[in-house]
Nanobody, 129 residues
Framework: QLQLVESGGGLVQPGGSLILSCAVS????????IGWFRQAPGKEREGVSC????????LYVDSVKGRFTISRDNAKNTVYLQINSLKPEDTAVYYC??????????????????????WGQGTQVTVSS
């Protein structure tokens, strides 16, 4: 059973930085497209960034371009989300998710929640002074 565990969230001041980690176990890490999503109180879950399983191609939602960087370490079965220049509107629970069919279907990563079939429990990011 594929499992994803996020870590690295916390309380940070505006303008600060965080590195979120997503540790993946129980499967073949290199087969999965991995996405980061977030959900603020009262809002729908939105895709933030994703990274392809094979070529490392990345995708970002417009609101985080230039501030967020996604990367993956296949040796550690971990995906990272570097978050810089944090804003109060970045406050949310951040989730990572795996598209387990990405390789099988030759599918590029996307920011749609429906594409991902395994989810972590989330990590809270709060941006406040």
């Amino acid at each position: 059973q594929l499992q994803l565990v996020e870590s690295g969230g916390g309380l940070v001041q505006p303008g600060g930085s965080l590195i979120l980690s997503c540790a993946v176990s129980g499967g073949t890490f290199g087969h999965y497209n991995i996405g980061w999503f977030r959900q603020a109180p009262g809002k729908e879950r939105e895709g933030v960034s994703c990274i392809n399983n094979n070529d490392g191609r990345t995708l970002y939602v417009d609101s985080v371009k230039g501030r967020f960087t996604i990367s993956r370490d296949n040796a550690k079965n971990t995906v990272y989300l570097q978050i810089n220049s944090l804003k109060p509107e970045d406050t949310a629970v951040y989730y990572c998710a795996a598209d387990s069919l990405g390789l099988l279907l030759f599918r590029l990563c996307v920011l749609s929640t429906e594409t991902y079939d395994y989810w972590g429990q989330g990590t809270q990011v709060t941006v406040s002074s």
